[in-house]
């Protein structure tokens, strides 16, 4: 009775809870379209991955629709959007989700929307980043906050390097074969020579490449000069002694870290443990691991777990409450001293610069927006409060005045009491 299997006799919903079945997919269709509108993303895809949700600007179901990557311009009409769910680390999830990434990628594939001569994703985020933004907000609807936003630049940037290192690749490939020919003309080629190129000769032998298709003079020529530069070739090898030094190998493949905690979520109906989402991200099909650090590490967590739960006196199944007190305990154990680090692409966190010339223009943008009965108030208080700190500085002016007649022959008649030292020390002030 699986909802994902056109053979079923009976279609269920599962994301009810209580577990409606329905005879067949139109009924199914029916229903998801009768849900209130903040229920919507908690129905999408009853039954089939390539099927998505269409709304309008007002984020109103229109329908369900099975739709590719290729047809999101075809089959979208104006004002219409897919509905992409969030979760509460603002990153898309479900197949709607890794329908707007690949997206993403195809966006990132037009030259003529963002060049890809720019020597980093910086200089496209100064420049070009709003209308990434802009353009991918056409296609799919999440909702208008600042930290949704740096998530979509941030697969943004994901994208543009993923796309610049193929084209790095191309281009070398094709040095290569380039190099070969003409050292096979000049009759001083080895057998099998083409193995053992340095980096310098490919780097070299880039000016025998033709540039690529799409791309214009200047471009090909700037890319060519950014991949020979300095800092490029510092870049990529500490991206190579990082990549060596890695230990755990996770093997989720294109499946992101928070589209794996929704699945489990639905499964179970709770949120992952940290140790059960380690486990989940590194443990193959068969239930082995790529590295031995991984399994180690994961024999290292259940014998602790195991461990917590005798010292507690937990005999038979154990409530979720007491499992997740047990692996947060587990999992803090066993990360003492080591430092966090926020993976790629997972979670907004904190970056050298967080003040960029997007975000003031965001800021920009709402401060525009902000209701104008809400701007007159305020500026009725700011008058109140100048007008306040008039008021109080004339009477301090009066009060200084009147200290200054009063003089010492005042003060002793109004402190007949007071100790003679503090009066000498209170003439001396005044003077």
């Given at each position: 009775?699986?909802?994902?299997?056109?053979?079923?006799?009976?279609?269920?919903?599962?994301?009810?809870?209580?577990?409606?079945?329905?005879?067949?997919?139109?009924?199914?269709?029916?229903?998801?379209?009768?849900?209130?509108?903040?229920?919507?993303?908690?129905?999408?895809?009853?039954?089939?991955?390539?099927?998505?949700?269409?709304?309008?600007?007002?984020?109103?179901?229109?329908?369900?629709?099975?739709?590719?990557?290729?047809?999101?311009?075809?089959?979208?009409?104006?004002?219409?959007?897919?509905?992409?769910?969030?979760?509460?680390?603002?990153?898309?999830?479900?197949?709607?989700?890794?329908?707007?990434?690949?997206?993403?990628?195809?966006?990132?594939?037009?030259?003529?929307?963002?060049?890809?001569?720019?020597?980093?994703?910086?200089?496209?985020?100064?420049?070009?980043?709003?209308?990434?933004?802009?353009?991918?907000?056409?296609?799919?609807?999440?909702?208008?906050?600042?930290?949704?936003?740096?998530?979509?630049?941030?697969?943004?940037?994901?994208?543009?390097?993923?796309?610049?290192?193929?084209?790095?690749?191309?281009?070398?490939?094709?040095?290569?074969?380039?190099?070969?020919?003409?050292?096979?003309?000049?009759?001083?080629?080895?057998?099998?020579?083409?193995?053992?190129?340095?980096?310098?000769?490919?780097?070299?032998?880039?000016?025998?490449?033709?540039?690529?298709?799409?791309?214009?003079?200047?471009?090909?020529?700037?890319?060519?000069?950014?991949?020979?530069?300095?800092?490029?070739?510092?870049?990529?090898?500490?991206?190579?002694?990082?990549?060596?030094?890695?230990?755990?190998?996770?093997?989720?493949?294109?499946?992101?870290?928070?589209?794996?905690?929704?699945?489990?979520?639905?499964?179970?109906?709770?949120?992952?443990?940290?140790?059960?989402?380690?486990?989940?991200?590194?443990?193959?099909?068969?239930?082995?691991?790529?590295?031995?650090?991984?399994?180690?590490?994961?024999?290292?967590?259940?014998?602790?777990?195991?461990?917590m739960t005798m010292e507690?006196?937990?005999?038979?199944?154990?409530?979720?409450?007491?499992?997740?007190?047990?692996?947060?305990?587990?999992?803090?154990?066993?990360?003492?001293?080591?430092?966090?680090?926020?993976?790629?692409?997972?979670?907004?966190?904190?970056?050298?610069?967080?003040?960029?010339?997007?975000n003031d223009d965001l800021?920009?943008?709402?401060?525009?927006?902000?209701?104008?009965?809400?701007?007159?108030?305020?500026?009725?208080?700011?008058?109140?409060?100048?007008?306040?700190?008039?008021?109080?500085?004339?009477?301090?002016?009066?009060?200084?005045?009147?200290?200054?007649?009063?003089?010492?022959?005042?003060?002793?008649?109004?402190?007949?009491?007071?100790?003679?030292?503090?009066?000498?020390?209170?003439?001396?002030?005044?003077?």
């Amino acid at each position: 009775m699986c909802a994902n299997d056109f053979s079923c006799t009976y279609y269920s919903c599962r994301y009810c809870r209580n577990a409606k079945m329905f005879r067949s997919r139109k009924s199914l269709d029916k229903h998801v379209l009768q849900q209130p509108c903040d229920q919507n993303a908690n129905h999408i895809q009853p039954y089939s991955q390539q099927h998505y949700l269409a709304v309008d600007d007002q984020g109103k179901v229109l329908r369900m629709q099975k739709m590719s990557l290729k047809d999101v311009h075809r089959l979208l009409g104006d004002g219409e959007r897919i509905l992409v769910p969030v979760d509460d680390l603002f990153q898309p999830i479900k197949a709607a989700g890794g329908l707007c990434t690949r997206f993403m990628t195809l966006l990132i594939g037009q030259f003529t929307l963002v060049p890809l001569d720019l020597e980093n994703f910086f200089e496209v985020k100064k420049y070009w980043g709003a209308k990434l933004i802009v353009e991918c907000r056409e296609k799919f609807s999440m909702p208008y906050t600042l930290e949704i936003d740096k998530v979509i630049l941030d697969k943004f940037g994901s994208k543009y390097r993923s796309v610049k290192y193929r084209y790095k690749n191309k281009l070398l490939k094709k040095a290569k074969i380039k190099l070969k020919t003409a050292r096979e003309e000049n009759g001083v080629y080895i057998k099998d020579e083409e193995k053992n190129y340095s980096q310098k000769q490919l780097f070299e032998a880039l000016n025998l490449v033709d540039q690529p298709s799409r791309f214009a003079d200047h471009q090909c020529e700037k890319l060519k000069s950014n991949i020979r530069s300095g800092n490029s070739k510092k870049l990529s090898k500490k991206g190579k002694e990082a990549r060596s030094t890695q230990i755990h190998s996770h093997t989720t493949g294109a499946i992101s870290y928070a589209q794996k905690k929704d699945e489990f979520q639905l499964k179970e109906k709770r949120k992952p443990t940290e140790v059960e989402f380690v486990d989940m991200a590194h443990q193959t099909k068969n239930g082995t691991y790529v590295q031995v650090e991984s399994k180690d590490f994961m024999e290292k967590a259940r014998d602790l777990v195991a461990k917590m739960t005798m010292e507690l006196g937990i005999s038979g199944p154990i409530d979720t409450t007491a499992e997740s007190e047990i692996h947060n305990a587990v999992w803090k154990e066993l990360m003492e001293g080591e430092t966090l680090r926020r993976p790629l692409n997972y979670g907004v966190g904190v970056t050298k610069s967080q003040r960029t010339k997007l975000n003031d223009d965001l800021r920009r943008m709402i401060k525009r927006s902000s209701s104008p009965a809400l701007e007159a108030k305020i500026s009725f208080q700011d008058n109140q409060i100048k007008s306040m700190e008039n008021t109080i500085k004339d009477l301090q002016s009066q009060i200084h005045l009147v200290y200054t007649a009063f003089g010492m022959s005042g003060t002793a008649v109004a402190y007949p009491n007071m100790d003679p030292l503090l009066l000498e020390n209170y003439h001396l002030h005044q003077s």
